[in-house]
Protein backbone atom coordinates (compact mmCIF):
# COMPACT_ATOMS: atom_id res chain seq x y z
CA UNK A 1 0.00 0.00 0.00
CA UNK A 2 1.45 3.59 -0.22
CA UNK A 3 -0.21 6.32 1.11
CA UNK A 4 -1.50 9.88 -0.97
CA UNK A 5 -1.73 13.03 0.88
CA UNK A 6 -4.36 15.32 0.59
CA UNK A 7 -5.11 18.24 2.86
CA UNK A 8 -5.22 17.88 5.85
CA UNK A 9 -5.31 14.04 5.45
CA UNK A 10 -4.76 10.80 3.04
CA UNK A 11 -5.49 7.72 1.04
CA UNK A 12 -4.00 4.29 1.43
CA UNK A 13 -3.80 2.87 -2.25
CA UNK A 14 -2.89 -0.48 -3.77
CA UNK A 15 0.81 -1.13 -4.62
CA UNK A 16 0.53 -3.30 -7.62
CA UNK A 17 3.62 -5.31 -6.90
CA UNK A 18 3.30 -7.26 -10.80
CA UNK A 19 3.67 -3.74 -12.35
CA UNK A 20 6.30 -2.53 -10.35
CA UNK A 21 9.02 -4.91 -10.89
CA UNK A 22 8.36 -4.88 -15.01
CA UNK A 23 10.30 -7.32 -16.79
CA UNK A 24 11.57 -9.21 -13.56
CA UNK A 25 9.46 -11.85 -12.41
CA UNK A 26 8.82 -11.79 -8.92
CA UNK A 27 7.19 -15.37 -9.19
CA UNK A 28 9.36 -18.43 -10.17
CA UNK A 29 9.23 -20.15 -13.78
CA UNK A 30 6.15 -21.69 -14.33
CA UNK A 31 4.19 -19.21 -12.37
CA UNK A 32 2.67 -15.88 -12.46
CA UNK A 33 2.07 -13.22 -10.72
CA UNK A 34 -1.75 -12.13 -9.60
CA UNK A 35 -2.05 -8.46 -7.63
CA UNK A 36 -4.36 -8.34 -5.02
CA UNK A 37 -5.32 -5.39 -2.49
CA UNK A 38 -2.38 -5.20 -0.94
CA UNK A 39 -0.48 -7.92 -1.88
CA UNK A 40 0.30 -10.10 -4.63
CA UNK A 41 0.05 -14.17 -5.20
CA UNK A 42 2.18 -16.71 -7.47
CA UNK A 43 -0.40 -18.66 -9.38
CA UNK A 44 0.06 -21.39 -11.57
CA UNK A 45 0.49 -21.26 -15.31
CA UNK A 46 -1.00 -24.13 -17.32
CA UNK A 47 1.13 -24.77 -19.97
CA UNK A 48 -1.16 -27.16 -21.87
CA UNK A 49 -3.33 -24.30 -22.98
CA UNK A 50 -0.66 -22.88 -25.08
CA UNK A 51 -0.45 -24.52 -28.52
CA UNK A 52 2.43 -26.78 -29.83
CA UNK A 53 3.29 -27.45 -26.05
CA UNK A 54 3.79 -31.05 -26.45
CA UNK A 55 5.16 -32.84 -30.05
CA UNK A 56 2.78 -34.63 -32.34
CA UNK A 57 1.46 -38.18 -30.74
CA UNK A 58 2.25 -36.63 -26.98
CA UNK A 59 -0.28 -35.70 -24.38
CA UNK A 60 0.70 -32.80 -21.78
CA UNK A 61 -0.13 -32.61 -18.21
CA UNK A 62 0.13 -29.96 -16.32
CA UNK A 63 1.98 -29.83 -13.24
CA UNK A 64 2.08 -27.34 -10.11
CA UNK A 65 5.40 -24.55 -12.07
CA UNK A 66 5.97 -26.84 -14.72
CA UNK A 67 4.05 -29.65 -17.50
CA UNK A 68 5.06 -32.63 -18.39
CA UNK A 69 4.41 -34.52 -22.57
CA UNK A 70 3.44 -37.70 -22.12
CA UNK A 71 3.20 -40.44 -24.83
CA UNK A 72 -0.48 -40.71 -25.99
CA UNK A 73 -1.31 -44.18 -26.83
CA UNK A 74 -3.03 -43.79 -30.14
CA UNK A 75 -4.14 -47.78 -29.57
CA UNK A 76 -7.08 -47.12 -27.52
CA UNK A 77 -8.77 -45.64 -30.31
CA UNK A 78 -8.26 -48.31 -32.33
CA UNK A 79 -7.37 -46.54 -35.45
CA UNK A 80 -5.67 -50.08 -37.16
CA UNK A 81 -8.23 -51.94 -39.67
CA UNK A 82 -9.47 -55.28 -39.02
CA UNK A 83 -6.52 -58.33 -39.45
CA UNK A 84 -4.57 -55.66 -37.87
CA UNK A 85 -3.23 -55.03 -33.99
CA UNK A 86 -2.12 -51.59 -32.69
CA UNK A 87 1.36 -51.76 -31.53
CA UNK A 88 2.03 -48.07 -29.34
CA UNK A 89 5.42 -46.65 -29.86
CA UNK A 90 6.89 -43.42 -28.25
CA UNK A 91 4.53 -40.29 -29.98
CA UNK A 92 3.75 -42.63 -32.63
CA UNK A 93 1.83 -46.32 -33.26
CA UNK A 94 2.13 -49.43 -35.95
CA UNK A 95 -0.44 -51.29 -37.44
CA UNK A 96 0.98 -54.96 -37.27
CA UNK A 97 -0.46 -57.85 -39.18
CA UNK A 98 -2.51 -60.42 -37.01
CA UNK A 99 -1.55 -64.17 -37.75
CA UNK A 100 -5.27 -65.22 -37.48
CA UNK A 101 -3.66 -69.00 -38.25
CA UNK A 102 -2.97 -68.82 -34.17
CA UNK A 103 -5.99 -68.68 -33.39
CA UNK A 104 -8.67 -69.66 -36.32
CA UNK A 105 -8.97 -72.93 -37.14
CA UNK A 106 -10.03 -74.55 -40.65
CA UNK A 107 -11.53 -77.72 -41.32
CA UNK A 108 -10.32 -80.77 -41.55
CA UNK A 109 -8.15 -81.54 -44.89
CA UNK A 110 -7.52 -77.51 -45.52
CA UNK A 111 -4.17 -75.45 -44.14
CA UNK A 112 -4.23 -72.04 -42.52
CA UNK A 113 -1.82 -69.27 -44.57
CA UNK A 114 -1.98 -66.26 -43.62
CA UNK A 115 -2.10 -62.90 -45.68
CA UNK A 116 -1.86 -59.24 -44.83
CA UNK A 117 -4.70 -58.45 -42.99
CA UNK A 118 -6.71 -62.07 -43.17
CA UNK A 119 -5.77 -65.64 -43.84
CA UNK A 120 -6.90 -68.57 -46.26
CA UNK A 121 -7.88 -71.81 -45.46
CA UNK A 122 -6.32 -73.98 -48.80
CA UNK A 123 -6.87 -77.80 -49.91
CA UNK A 124 -4.71 -80.14 -48.89
CA UNK A 125 -4.22 -82.17 -51.72
CA UNK A 126 -4.66 -85.49 -49.94
CA UNK A 127 -3.86 -87.65 -52.69
CA UNK A 128 -0.26 -87.31 -52.82
CA UNK A 129 0.19 -89.51 -49.91
CA UNK A 130 -1.75 -92.29 -52.11
CA UNK A 131 -4.23 -93.25 -49.21
CA UNK A 132 -6.74 -95.64 -51.31
CA UNK A 133 -6.29 -99.24 -51.81
CA UNK A 134 -4.81 -101.19 -54.48
CA UNK A 135 -7.42 -101.07 -57.57
CA UNK A 136 -8.18 -97.90 -56.84
CA UNK A 137 -8.00 -94.46 -57.48
CA UNK A 138 -7.81 -90.84 -55.63
CA UNK A 139 -9.57 -88.01 -56.67
CA UNK A 140 -8.77 -84.80 -54.07
CA UNK A 141 -11.77 -82.26 -53.91
CA UNK A 142 -11.72 -79.47 -51.37
CA UNK A 143 -11.01 -80.59 -47.97
CA UNK A 144 -11.41 -84.34 -49.00
CA UNK A 145 -10.47 -86.90 -51.19
CA UNK A 146 -12.76 -90.05 -52.67
CA UNK A 147 -11.07 -93.32 -53.63
CA UNK A 148 -12.66 -94.56 -56.77
CA UNK A 149 -12.62 -97.90 -58.54
CA UNK A 150 -10.12 -98.97 -61.23
CA UNK A 151 -12.01 -100.41 -64.19
CA UNK A 152 -9.10 -102.79 -65.10
CA UNK A 153 -11.48 -104.32 -67.95
CA UNK A 154 -11.36 -100.88 -69.71
CA UNK A 155 -7.93 -100.56 -70.39
CA UNK A 156 -6.67 -100.87 -74.02
CA UNK A 157 -4.86 -104.46 -73.21
CA UNK A 158 -7.46 -106.83 -71.39
CA UNK A 159 -6.11 -108.21 -68.75
CA UNK A 160 -7.52 -111.79 -69.33
CA UNK A 161 -7.06 -114.02 -72.73
CA UNK A 162 -8.89 -114.97 -75.60
CA UNK A 163 -11.09 -116.87 -74.17
CA UNK A 164 -12.15 -114.95 -71.05
CA UNK A 165 -14.40 -112.25 -70.32
CA UNK A 166 -13.40 -109.42 -68.06
CA UNK A 167 -15.53 -108.39 -65.33
CA UNK A 168 -14.94 -105.37 -63.14
CA UNK A 169 -15.00 -106.05 -59.21
CA UNK A 170 -14.61 -103.25 -56.71
CA UNK A 171 -10.51 -102.75 -56.33
CA UNK A 172 -10.26 -105.71 -58.92
CA UNK A 173 -11.10 -107.95 -61.70
CA UNK A 174 -12.13 -111.48 -62.91
CA UNK A 175 -11.63 -113.44 -66.09
CA UNK A 176 -14.95 -114.94 -66.37
CA UNK A 177 -14.45 -118.26 -69.24
CA UNK A 178 -17.00 -117.78 -71.93
CA UNK A 179 -14.98 -120.81 -74.42
CA UNK A 180 -12.84 -123.84 -73.71
CA UNK A 181 -9.75 -123.71 -76.08
CA UNK A 182 -10.06 -127.64 -77.89
CA UNK A 183 -7.23 -128.58 -80.54
CA UNK A 184 -9.09 -131.00 -82.83
CA UNK A 185 -7.63 -134.27 -84.57
CA UNK A 186 -8.69 -133.28 -87.87
CA UNK A 187 -8.00 -129.96 -90.17
CA UNK A 188 -11.62 -129.93 -90.72
CA UNK A 189 -12.68 -130.26 -86.75
CA UNK A 190 -9.43 -127.59 -86.16
CA UNK A 191 -10.97 -124.80 -88.73
CA UNK A 192 -14.95 -125.67 -87.60
CA UNK A 193 -13.71 -125.11 -83.63
CA UNK A 194 -11.52 -121.93 -84.63
CA UNK A 195 -14.23 -120.04 -86.59
CA UNK A 196 -16.20 -119.78 -83.50
CA UNK A 197 -14.17 -117.06 -82.43
CA UNK A 198 -12.06 -116.37 -85.14
CA UNK A 199 -9.48 -114.93 -82.57
CA UNK A 200 -8.87 -111.49 -84.36
CA UNK A 201 -9.11 -113.60 -87.68
CA UNK A 202 -10.76 -111.50 -91.03
CA UNK A 203 -11.61 -114.93 -92.61
CA UNK A 204 -10.43 -117.89 -91.52
CA UNK A 205 -9.01 -119.07 -88.44
CA UNK A 206 -7.20 -122.57 -88.10
CA UNK A 207 -6.26 -124.13 -84.64
CA UNK A 208 -2.43 -125.32 -84.14
CA UNK A 209 -1.27 -127.73 -81.89
CA UNK A 210 2.75 -128.51 -81.44
CA UNK A 211 2.59 -131.82 -83.60
CA UNK A 212 0.81 -130.06 -86.34
CA UNK A 213 2.46 -126.73 -86.91
CA UNK A 214 3.63 -128.15 -90.75
CA UNK A 215 2.81 -124.55 -91.96
CA UNK A 216 5.41 -122.17 -94.18
CA UNK A 217 7.97 -120.37 -91.68
CA UNK A 218 7.34 -116.93 -92.85
CA UNK A 219 3.19 -117.85 -91.82
CA UNK A 220 2.80 -115.87 -88.68
CA UNK A 221 1.75 -117.79 -86.01
CA UNK A 222 -0.40 -116.42 -82.76
CA UNK A 223 -0.68 -117.76 -79.46
CA UNK A 224 -4.39 -118.72 -78.28
CA UNK A 225 -3.53 -120.29 -75.19
CA UNK A 226 -0.76 -122.34 -73.24
CA UNK A 227 0.67 -125.03 -75.91
CA UNK A 228 -2.48 -123.79 -78.34
CA UNK A 229 -1.87 -122.02 -81.34
CA UNK A 230 -3.31 -120.80 -84.33
CA UNK A 231 -3.08 -118.95 -87.44
CA UNK A 232 -5.53 -116.51 -90.20
CA UNK A 233 -5.87 -118.03 -93.75
CA UNK A 234 -6.99 -116.21 -96.60
CA UNK A 235 -8.94 -116.95 -100.17
CA UNK A 236 -7.40 -116.91 -103.25
CA UNK A 237 -6.38 -113.34 -104.63
CA UNK A 238 -5.40 -112.02 -100.69
CA UNK A 239 -3.07 -112.57 -98.66
CA UNK A 240 -2.18 -111.70 -95.10
CA UNK A 241 -1.23 -108.02 -93.82
CA UNK A 242 2.02 -107.28 -91.91
CA UNK A 243 -0.33 -107.77 -88.41
CA UNK A 244 -0.59 -111.84 -89.33
CA UNK A 245 -4.75 -111.43 -89.10
CA UNK A 246 -6.13 -109.07 -92.07
CA UNK A 247 -6.65 -110.22 -95.67
CA UNK A 248 -5.65 -107.26 -98.41
CA UNK A 249 -5.89 -108.31 -102.03
CA UNK A 250 -2.75 -109.27 -103.61
CA UNK A 251 -2.49 -106.83 -106.93
CA UNK A 252 -1.59 -109.13 -109.47
CA UNK A 253 -0.90 -106.59 -111.65
CA UNK A 254 2.17 -105.66 -110.16
CA UNK A 255 3.40 -109.10 -111.25
CA UNK A 256 4.20 -109.45 -114.64
CA UNK A 257 1.03 -107.82 -115.22
CA UNK A 258 -1.07 -110.65 -114.36
CA UNK A 259 -0.01 -112.50 -117.37
CA UNK A 260 -2.24 -110.34 -119.43
CA UNK A 261 -0.19 -109.26 -122.68
CA UNK A 262 -1.37 -105.45 -123.48
CA UNK A 263 -3.17 -103.74 -119.99
CA UNK A 264 -3.88 -105.36 -117.17
CA UNK A 265 -6.83 -103.71 -114.68
CA UNK A 266 -6.79 -105.42 -110.77
CA UNK A 267 -9.81 -106.93 -109.24
CA UNK A 268 -10.67 -107.37 -105.66
CA UNK A 269 -9.30 -111.13 -105.15
CA UNK A 270 -8.16 -111.50 -109.08
CA UNK A 271 -7.90 -109.19 -112.10
CA UNK A 272 -9.32 -108.11 -115.29
CA UNK A 273 -7.05 -109.65 -118.68
Request: glycine fraction near 6%.
Given at each position: MREIQNEGSFICEDFNECDVFGEINICDIGFTCVNNVGNFSCVDVDECLEIGSCPVGFECFNRHGSYDCLDKNECFDEPCEDGYACLNNEGSYTCVDVNECNVESCPPGTNCVNTLGSYECTDVDECEDSPCDKGFY????????????????????????????????????????????????????????????????????????????????????????????????????????????????????????????????????????
Open positions: CSNSFGSFDCHDVDECSSLTSPCDEFSKCVNTPGSFECEKIKEARVGETALEEVSTCEESKHKCSHTCILLSTNNITIAPSTPIHIAAPNVYYRCDCPNGFELAQNGHTCVDIDECTIRKGGCSDYCFNSQGGDIK
